[in-house]
């Protein structure tokens, strides 16, 4: 496998999903247990909501290109929706695919040609 600019935007939106996950959890836990900060919870549900479909589209591209089982792609696209465990698949993906790089990767590629 040819490092991909996928697996960086993937990481990126593993991360950012999961901390607006996270936010938006407590934002829930402020409205419905203390009454407040209803209208800004409307905006960080609308923020999630745009960061997941990211997430979806490049996790379905780079499981795509990795040839992952349906299984396994199904659980990555899901682990935007679950709280912590972006994070978690986030760390597993990179490792795995790290590993399948060849020897050398890890430079920056020169643009152009």
Request: charged share 15%.
């Amino acid at each position: 496998m040819k490092a991909t600019p996928l697996l960086g935007w993937y990481r990126a939106l593993a991360v950012a999903t999961g901390v607006a996950l996270l936010v938006f959890c407590g934002f829930m836990v402020a409205k419905y247990g203390f009454q407040t900060a209803e209208d800004v919870t409307t905006y960080v549900a609308m923020l999630h909501g745009y960061l997941y479909i990211g997430y979806f589209v490049v996790t379905f591209l780079l499981g795509q290109k990795l040839k992952w089982p349906l299984g396994r792609l199904v659980l990555t696209l899901a682990a935007g929706c679950i709280p912590f465990l972006s994070f978690v698949f986030e760390r597993r993906v990179a490792r795995e695919a790290a590993a399948s790089l060849p020897a050398g990767s890890d430079a920056r590629q020169p643009a152009g040609v």
